[in-house]
Every structure is written in structure tokens, then in C-alpha cells.
Nanobody
Framework: QVQLVESGGGLVQPGGSLRPSCAAS????????MAWYRQAPGKERELVAH???????AYADTVKGRFTASRDNAKNTVYLQMNSLKSEDTATYYC?????????????WGQGTQVTVSS
């Protein structure tokens, strides 16, 4: 059974920083892409950063230059360094993994971590 667990969200003032992480565990044979999404109240879930197993990381225009995603393949963990946070970054942040487990390639989601940017 595959699990994705996010941590590292919280409350931060505008202009501050946070670095949530997402660890994938279980019977994982291969990890393809991983990604960060976010969903604010009353809005659709949107892609924040797409982290392929190789190649360039893609970011939403709204976070370019402020957010940096990284990946530790040995730990099946992805990180999202968020700097210069704005109130509009307030959302629940979800991790998604495109993983191969027990003969099946599927899309797996974490439970989410809340990020609140407020003074």
C-alpha cells in the first residue's frame, strides 16, 4: 500500500517562508513524476509544481521566482521551498505521485497540509 504524507505547512506572515515536504512510502518500484497542487476555499485544485524524474521542473506562473521544488529520489521525498509568501498563497497543499507499485502504475495523493499566509 502506498502512502504520501505531507508535512511542514503552517501559519506565516506575508513575505515569510515555509518548506513543506512530502514523503512517499510503501511498496514502490518506481517513481515517475511527483507534483505539488493547492486548493483554496471555493476554488479548483491547481498545479503548483511538476517534478519529473528527470528534466526540468515546471511551475505555475503565479509562483515562479518565489517557489522552488526539489526531490530526493533516495528518500522518495519532494520539497517545496516557498519564499515571499502572499495572502493569495493560502491554501491546502497536496502532493501527488505518479508511482509504480505492485504491478500497477497509478496516481496517488497525500492528505494535504494547510498553509495560511496572514498578518
Amino acid at each position: 500500500q502506498v502512502q504520501l504524507v505531507e508535512s511542514g505547512g503552517g501559519l506565516v506572515q506575508p513575505g515569510g517562508s515555509l518548506r513543506p515536504s512530502c514523503a512517499a512510502s510503501g511498496s514502490i518500484s518506481s517513481t515517475y513524476a511527483m507534483a505539488w497542487y493547492r486548493q483554496a476555499p471555493g476554488k479548483e485544485r491547481e498545479l503548483v509544481a511538476h517534478v519529473p524524474s528527470g528534466g526540468s521542473i515546471a511551475y505555475a506562473d503565479t509562483v515562479k521566482g518565489r517557489f522552488t521544488a526539489s526531490r530526493d529520489n533516495a528518500k522518495n521525498t519532494v520539497y517545496l521551498q516557498m519564499n515571499s509568501l502572499k495572502s493569495e498563497d493560502t491554501a491546502t497543499y497536496y502532493c501527488n505521485g505518479d508511482l509504480y507499485s505492485n504491478g500497477y502504475r497509478g496516481s496517488y495523493w497525500g492528505q494535504g497540509t494547510q498553509v495560511t499566509v496572514s498578518s
